[in-house]
T-cell receptor, first 108, second 115 residues
Framework: AQRVTQPEKLLSVFKGAPVELKCNYSYSGSPELFWYVQYSRQRLQLLLR??SRESIKGFTADLNKGETSFHLKKPFAQEEDSAMYYC??????????FGQGTRLTINP | DTEVTQTPKHLVMGMTNKKSLKCEQH?????MYWYKQKAKKPPELMFV???????INESVPSRFSPECPNSSLLNLHLHALQPEDSALYLC??????????????FGPGTRLTVL
């Protein structure tokens, strides 16, 4: 079964510094991967998905099949980026399997 | 309307009570989901409805009973719950087609406490 691993439960960086949230997956086929974000007191929402190759709020994530990774990156962190980030992989038509999540804190 | 709504926001119930959680969306999505989220944990899938039919049941105990009365509504009926069932229950919806992109839209959740 598909699985994603987020090795860091907590990540703290200073405002303006680069940030990278790690996600590794296990799947032998062509995975569909997503990053979801949950800001304080807000609902869980999609940040980006690998198939669209878009940049949202300055974040990008590249699928690296050789390293089976889908790390989330932003060159200059902002305080409003503080949130809980979940990497997720699609399993079948409708099932999403979430990683354990990384709580990102941006220090002023 | 581009949101998933859930009622109630909070629910406290005893182990002998019967209660229901409700979820509604008007985005034309034909797949709807129930997740359970414990504190500091990721959402865990419970049930999936596709075109108003139950398509996935993740071996959820029978004290949780889902219902999809129509394409916009999803209920979760609760009976004889245990204290360990206390959690945030999330509803989500998405397009049902395989190639539709996979984005799920989440509601704000119902915070359930079982005494």
């Amino acid at each position: 079964a598909q699985r994603v691993t987020q090795p860091e439960k907590l990540l703290s960086v200073f405002k303006g510094a680069p940030v990278e949230l790690k996600c590794n997956y296990s799947y032998s086929g062509s995975p569909e991967l997503f990053w979801y974000v949950q800001y304080s007191r807000q609902r869980l929402q999609l940040l980006l998905r690998h198939i669209s190759r878009e940049s949202i709020k300055g974040f990008t994530a590249d699928l690296n099949k050789g390293e089976t990774s889908f790390h989330l990156k932003k060159p200059f962190a902002q305080e409003e980026d503080s949130a809980m980030y979940y990497c997720a992989i699609r399993q079948g038509a409708q099932k999403l399997v979430f990683g354990q999540g990384t709580r990102l804190t941006i220090n002023p | 309307d581009t949101e998933v709504t859930q009622t109630p926001k909070h629910l406290v119930m005893g182990m002998t009570n019967k209660k229901s959680l409700k979820c509604e969306q008007h985005m034309g999505h034909r797949a709807m989901y129930w997740y359970k989220q414990k504190a500091k944990k990721p959402p865990e899938l419970m049930f999936v409805y596709s075109y108003e039919k139950l398509s996935i049941n993740e071996s959820v105990p029978s004290r949780f009973s889902p219902e999809c009365p129509n394409s916009s509504l999803l209920n979760l009926h609760l009976h004889a719950l245990q204290p360990e069932d206390s959690a945030l229950y999330l509803c989500a919806s998405s397009q049902a087609q395989l190639l539709a992109g996979g984005e799920q839209f989440f509601g704000p959740g119902t915070r359930l406490t079982v005494l």
